[in-house]
């Protein structure tokens, strides 16, 4: 079945930096399009990042110039380098394929990882 695992996350000050990371299994990774989704408390999950079987990378504007998307089709994995983090980047990161819609096209998530941008 499809499994997303995440991880990387942490507690970190604004203006910092994470790398997290997300190994996906039962899927065809190489030729789908991996987004990594986030929910803030109180709000719903959206989609901040999306990378294309090709590598070509999608950001939303609040977070485009600081996160960076990459993907490792031999290992299955996509990761989101989080530079110059600001508070309101704090949430739960989830993983999924993407649809064309932009919505995930699975509903089994993963458990998410968190970060949380604090002083």
């Known amino acids: 079945q499809v499994q997303f695992v995440e991880s990387g996350g942490g507690l970190v000050q604004p203006g910092g930096s994470l790398r997290l990371s997300c190994a996906a299994s039962g899927i065809i990774f190489g030729i789908r399009t991996m987004g990594w989704y986030r929910q803030a408390p109180g709000k719903q999950r959206e989609l901040v990042a999306s990378?294309?079987?090709?590598?070509?990378?999608s950001y939303v504007d609040s977070v485009k110039g600081r996160f960076t998307l990459s993907r490792d089709n031999a290992k299955n994995t996509v990761y989101l380098q989080m530079n110059s983090l600001k508070p309101e980047d704090t949430a739960v990161y989830y993983c999924?394929?993407?649809?064309?819609?932009?919505?995930?096209?699975?509903?089994?998530w993963g458990q998410g990882t968190q970060v949380t941008v604090s002083l």
């Open positions: 999924n394929v993407v649809s064309p819609g932009g919505g995930a096209r699975y509903d089994s």
């Open positions: 990378i294309r079987s090709g590598g070509d990378t």
